[in-house]
């Protein structure tokens, strides 16, 4: 049987490779073919309009009917069913994968529960902002991976102007992340939330141990109930002694890095209030139904894709860089980090089975313009060839002179078309040094204004996104099991148990843990 993967990617590389320029002279539609505009009202909760800008990619009917027909054959709309049907969809630990669920977007089973458990969430919250925990100024969330970058994004992003409670999300096991949470907090009125799917992870709990000492130190009573545990292993958290009415569930089907949308996401609820965590819930919904409906090319996660799949594979690129252009987005490239990197990081198929082109490629980037100032030389004149997203919003966040956001959107849309054109600076059109090669391609998210429904759209589009790419490389975008060994050894080495390389060893006697 002929394996449709390796057949496309022979049919797609054997294409000829048009410019952008020339894609543009041959085809007046291309525009209207490849951006789209979405658009929904969720009443009380707001507005949503975002433009999603796939032309400046490389894409073209021709290879957009080849990776059609590889989506049909790799039975996508049976996968994307499958996924919001609770099926399952992470084979090598027999589980469904039910973030959607959490936003309304799965079996009527699944959003039941759901809904019961983000209604229990919002009624602490309520609770904590009428002060039935006495006063509380400050939330010490302590996580790490999902149980972090997810709510550290949404934080940031969205409780700038007004937060209710001042958050900091602590992850990393070095006390100093720690120690810089505690200096900002009054111990008094400061909760901590421990956020951690199985209750079990080493920084997590190493941090949570040394938060409650913290409270003891400086004067609080019970500092044990001074924690909410975000958990989908509520006995672990009771067994670590936190009292039941303080722990917020999570369904087991809901992976660590889609969990912003259950309890996880309790300190975005705290920090902008529940209304704003609807709306985020209500922004990635649209892009669910987007997703759930649209079909080939006029899907636009599928799309994204599509033009992922084409760089990585046939173009062979290495890495993708995304740029936003809006300080409150600064935390989003490390956020898809490990929604890609961490989902589709593989080397196998879902079968088992060795894949024989790359899969994901590296997600980097930061905020423009301060990166056009650092790393863009690179991407203008380097010898890589890195496919570029940039995402804006039309509003402005800020409330200075309307100039910094018209410099700041002229930017962004400049380096898209500077990218695409290229040309040669000098005045003679000569130089080396100079000369800009071009047909360089960037996507353009451009959304009206950055709210919570906002953020929610464009996360959720990047988790469908990553689930797409994955059903076009037969992967399993669920599991993580190439975090483990590290894990495993790191134990071993406390427990001077192994044997280690005679480099490795040498750093342990180093440290004095010989
Ligand atoms: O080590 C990887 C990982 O399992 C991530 O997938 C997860 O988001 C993170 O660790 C934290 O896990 P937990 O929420 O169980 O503490």
């Known amino acids: 049987m002929t394996d449709p993967i390796s057949t496309t990617w022979d049919a797609i590389c054997a294409l000829p490779q048009p410019k952008l320029s020339e894609l543009f002279a ?60 609770g099926g399952i969809v992470n084979p090598t630990e027999g589980r469904a994968a039910t973030h959607g669920a959490m936003r309304g977007s799965g079996t009527e089973a699944d959003v039941e529960e759901a809904q019961a458990l983000t209604t229990r969430m919002g009624m602490l919250v309520e609770a904590i902002h009428h002060g039935a925990l006495g006063e509380v100024n400050h939330l010490i969330h ?43 907090c009054d111990p008094a009125t400061t909760l901590i939330a421990i956020a951690s799917k199985t209750f079990t992870t080493i920084e997590t709990m ?7 000492k913290w409270l003891g130190d400086n004067g609080v009573d019970d500092p044990s109930g001074r924690v909410i545990a975000l958990t989908a292993n509520p006995e672990g958290a009771v067994e670590w002694g936190v009292d039941e009415t303080r722990i917020l569930p999570f369904p087991e089907s809901v992976g660590g890095r889609y969990s912003l949308w259950s309890s996880i996401g309790f300190p975005v609820a705290l920090a902008v209030g529940m209304d704003d965590f609807q709306a985020m819930l209500a922004g990635a919904q649209a892009i669910d139904t987007h997703f759930r409906e649209a079909q080939g090319r006029a899907n636009l996660p599928l799309l994204a894709a599509f033009a992922d799949q084409y760089y990585t594979r046939a173009r062979w690129c290495q890495t993708r860089a995304v740029f936003a252009y809006d300080e409150r987005l600064d935390l989003l490239p490390d956020y898809l980090q490990q929604l890609e990197m961490e989902s589709n990081g593989k080397s196998v198929s879902a079968k088992g089975e060795p894949v024989d082109r790359p899969t994901a490629a590296v997600t980097w980037g930061g905020v423009g313009t301060d990166a056009q100032h650092a790393v863009f030389q690179l991407l203008h004149q380097g010898t890589h060839l890195i496919p570029v997203d940039f995402i804006a919003s039309i509003a402005p966040g800020d409330q200075l002179d309307p ?13 898209g078309a500077a990218l695409m054109a290229g040309g040669n600076m000098s005045a003679d059109g000569k130089d080396p040094a100079r000369a800009f090669p071009g047909d360089r391609p960037s996507a353009m998210i451009l959304v009206d204004d950055l709210d919570a429904a906002a953020l929610g759209a464009l996360i959720a589009f990047h988790e469908h996104r990553t689930f797409a790419n994955a059903v076009l490389m037969g992967i399993n975008p669920f599991d993580q099991f190439g975090v483990e060994l590290g894990k495993k050894m790191a134990k071993d080495i406390d427990a001077g148990e192994g044997d280690f390389d005679a480099s490795t060893k040498a750093l342990m006697e180093a440290a004095g843990m010989g």
């Open 26 to 85: 041959a085809d007046p539609d291309r525009l209207e073919k490849l951006s789209q505009r979405l658009e929904a009202s969720f009443g009380e909760l707001g507005d949503l309009g975002i433009r999603f800008d796939w032309s400046k990619t490389h894409l073209d009917d021709a290879i957009l009917d080849q990776l059609e027909a590889l989506a049909e054959a790799m039975d996508f709309d049976a996968q994307r069913e499958a996924l919001f049907g």
């Open 142 to 184: 302590i996580g790490i991976g999902g149980s972090a970058l997810g709510p550290d994004l949404a934080v940031d992003a969205l409780a700038r102007d007004l937060s209710l409670v001042d958050v900091h999300v602590v992850s990393n096991i070095d006390g100093l992340a720690l120690e810089q949470a505690f200096a900002a």
């Open 206 to 212: 190493t941090n949570a141990a040394s938060a409650l």
């Open 403 to 415: 100039a910094h956001h018209k410099s700041l959107l002229i930017n962004c849309f400049a380096q």
